[in-house]
Structures are given as C-alpha cells and as structure tokens.
C-alpha cells in the first residue's frame, strides 16, 4: 500500500484529506504542522506528501525545502494543497522543490487524479 503524509494545521482539511485517500486504498498518516511533518518524515518514507502552505511553527514551502534535504525525499511528489495561489507563492514552492499546486477547495475526484498520476 503506497503510504501517505498530509500536513495541515485544519483539523477539519486533514480529516477530509485522509478520508478521500484512505477510500482510494492509500495509507495515511496525519501532521498538524511542517516542524511535525518533518519529523514524521525522517522516521519514515512516504510514497506522497500533501501540505497546507500556511501553518504555524513552520509552513509548508519551508517544510518541502527541509524534506528535499533528508535521505530518500529528493524525488518524493510534494503537493501544495493550500487556498494561495499568487504566482510569487506557487513559484516559492516550486524553487523549495513542490511537485504540484492544488487550490482549496479541492474535489476529491480531482485530488484523486493527482495523487494517482504522481504515485505509481
């Protein structure tokens, strides 16, 4: 089963997140921030990650810079999954090393189609 990491402060966003995955047979596991994130990371290898952009401690363009730099993650898809979408944001995370930029709300079909073009 590939496996999951999805980073959001929103309880509520995490929770409908997993829910859309787990459906479509992946495993997830949850971060509330990109400090905790991180560390969740460096323990073990996920197959994706999707992150909120905003959060508190440490945000998500930070959080993906941080990822590239720990064994196994240089080519790990990370997905921006965030209500941002100003060039001068989504270029910030592409040059942090995002994969893709996904504006809330998202359909769960469309988060679907993602996922499964970048996990194979």
């Given at each position: 089963?590939?496996?999951?990491?999805?980073?959001?402060?929103?309880?509520?966003?995490?929770?409908?997140?997993?829910?859309t995955l787990r459906k479509a047979g992946y495993?997830?596991?949850?971060?509330?921030?990109?400090?905790?994130?991180?560390?969740?990371?460096?323990?073990?290898?996920?197959?994706?990650?999707?992150?909120?952009?905003?959060?508190?401690?440490?945000?998500?363009?930070?959080?993906?810079?941080?990822?590239?730099?720990?064994?196994?993650?240089?080519?790990?898809?990370?997905?921006?999954?965030?209500?941002?979408?100003?060039?001068?944001?989504?270029?910030?995370?592409?040059?942090?090393?995002?994969?893709?930029?996904?504006?809330?709300?998202?359909?769960?079909?469309?988060?679907?189609?993602?996922?499964?073009?970048?996990?194979?």
């Amino acid at each position: 089963m590939k496996q999951v990491l999805t980073v959001d402060d929103s309880a509520s966003v995490r929770q409908m997140v997993s829910f859309t995955l787990r459906k479509a047979g992946y495993g997830v596991m949850e971060a509330v921030d990109g400090k905790q994130g991180l560390e969740k990371a460096g323990g073990q290898k996920f197959d994706l990650v999707i992150t909120d952009l905003n959060m508190p401690v440490m945000d998500g363009i930070e959080m993906t810079a941080g990822m590239r730099k720990l064994p196994g993650y240089s080519f790990t898809p990370i997905l921006m999954l965030t209500t941002e979408s100003q060039p001068e944001k989504k270029d910030a995370g592409r040059k942090a090393g995002t994969t893709g930029w996904i504006v809330k709300p998202f359909q769960a079909e469309q988060l679907i189609a993602v996922v499964q073009k970048l996990v194979r």
